[in-house]
């Protein structure tokens, strides 16, 4: 990708190390109540170099929820184009989740907690990136759906669920802790496409199956998937 006019190699590279600087302090919770300027004696940057690349701390907050989606979703479309079988995507759509989290706790910090009062137009942009990714693992748990690897079911809710177990795990989750990220998004993973019924217990007859085509509501609307 072409590089805009006036922009140099150090200049990204700088910009890179103070949004990893800043994912820094996001992680260690001493973002949300700091100024531009104590930010910048954070980072080891003058205030001049920090308002060069971002003015206010809600550029910070943004540059970091626009990458980490549109990383997701690059990776998410390579996915989809890569020709293997939609169950083994799902899969890794669950692994990548639980290793972001691993690796960038301060990311999805970022995106689900710190979201401050941007502009109109950039939470448009920000909503619309999470409405093309949530509509793109969708298509995917579709995709195994049509395969035959999963069972016809609502894909929405199917997408839902593994947001949802991504989603919460950075509230507890500790990659220092008796699970790694893959340990825990394998033990996932049998829970969702295996079940936690016993052989036995799965002959039972239960409650009436969900419809595919339900209408799933949800009580959060904040995080609750675009329609």
Request: hydrophobic share 40%; charged share 25%.
């Amino acid at each position: 990708m072409a590089r805009k006019p006036g922009v140099t190699v150090a200049g990204v590279r700088r910009r890179a190390q103070i949004l990893h600087k800043a994912e820094e302090l996001i992680a260690r919770g001493a973002f949300q109540d700091m100024t531009m300027e104590s930010i910048a004696d954070a980072l080891d940057v003058s205030k001049s170099g920090l308002y060069h690349y971002f003015k206010q701390k809600d550029d910070l907050l943004f540059a970091i929820r626009l990458e980490t989606l549109t990383g997701l979703i690059t990776h998410q479309r390579e996915r989809m184009n890569s020709g293997r079988p939609y169950v083994d995507l799902v899969r890794e759509m669950l692994y990548d989740g639980i290793k972001l989290v691993s690796d960038s706790p301060a990311k999805y910090r970022a995106i689900f907690e710190l979201k401050m009062k941007s502009i109109a137009e950039r939470e448009e942009e920000i909503q619309a990136l999470e409405r093309d990714y949530f509509h793109m693992m969708a298509a995917t748990v579709q995709g195994a759906i049509d395969e035959g690897s999963i069972r016809p079911t609502d894909p929405r809710l199917v997408t839902q669920a593994i947001l949802s177990m991504i989603n919460h795990a950075q509230y507890w989750f500790k990659p220092s802790g008796r699970l790694s990220h893959r340990a825990l998004a394998d033990a996932y993973w049998e829970m969702l496409f295996i079940g936690v019924a016993s052989e036995e217990w799965r002959t039972v007859p239960t409650a009436t199956p969900i419809p595919r085509a339900a209408n799933v509501e949800f009580i959060n609307t904040e995080h609750s998937p675009p329609s």
